[in-house]
């Protein structure tokens, strides 16, 4: 019979066996020599990895997430863990303890998950689609627009401006997503236009 031997598994067998041989010779019993051969899993081997942008602050640190869970029928993913990325040119590993603690933003019962309206008048938030948040929000812009875009100013002067209306980008969006929210921001006349991670 052929034995399949890993990298991996020789490295644990080598380990189990040399706790397991010098535990003997100091003269632990058989059920302490066989506890200590057991060699706990690493927490993380069973995980997904996913990279993903600390959403707190301008600095933008890269992260890696860790969730468990295969993505198979009934199986629920969740994140377990959260780490600086080594390889994110902004940070390099490293975490303040605000992005340290993502974990517990991401589990937290208050996070808002999905868009919410709260209609006119109304003291009570409704869960909406995306399709509904986008075109209400695409309706209210092009009537602002409509309304207050000025074209010339009081000497006569073009200067297509739109100031009604302000436009907030994400610390998390990279600068090629932040250069085409500029363009498109910037298109409709809008100046009041900023990035968090002023990109
Ligand atoms: S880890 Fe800290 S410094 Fe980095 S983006 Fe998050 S809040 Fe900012």
Avoid at 35 to 62: D, F, H, I, M
Avoid at 82 to 87: A, K, N, S
Wanted: charge should be positive.
């Amino acid at each position: 019979m052929t034995v399949q031997i890993t990298r991996r598994g020789l490295l644990r067998s080598a380990a189990a066996g040399a706790v397991a041989s010098t535990m003997g010779s100091l003269g632990f019993g058989a059920l302490e020599v066989a506890a200590a051969a057991q060699v706990r899993p690493y927490k993380l081997s069973r995980t997904t990895e996913v990279r993903n942008t600390c959403p707190y602050c301008s600095v933008a640190c890269g992260v890696i997430m860790y969730s468990l869970g295969d993505g198979a029928k009934n199986a629920t993913q969740s994140v377990m863990h959260i780490e600086g990325d080594p390889d994110h040119p902004v940070n390099r590993g490293t975490l303040c303890p605000k992005g340290a603690g993502l974990l517990d933003f991401v589990h937290s019962e208050t996070r808002t998950k999905y868009p919410l309206y709260r209609k006119p008048g109304s003291d009570q938030w409704q869960r909406v689609t995306w399709d509904f948040a986008l075109d209400r929000i695409a309706r209210l812009m092009k009537d602002d627009r409509d309304k207050n875009f000025v074209a010339k100013n009081a000497s006569g002067q073009t200067v297509n401006r739109w100031i009604t209306t302000g436009f907030l980008g994400a610390s998390a969006t990279t600068n090629e997503t932040a250069y085409i929210t500029y363009k498109v921001v910037r298109s409709t006349g809008a100046l009041v236009f900023d990035n968090q991670a002023r990109v």
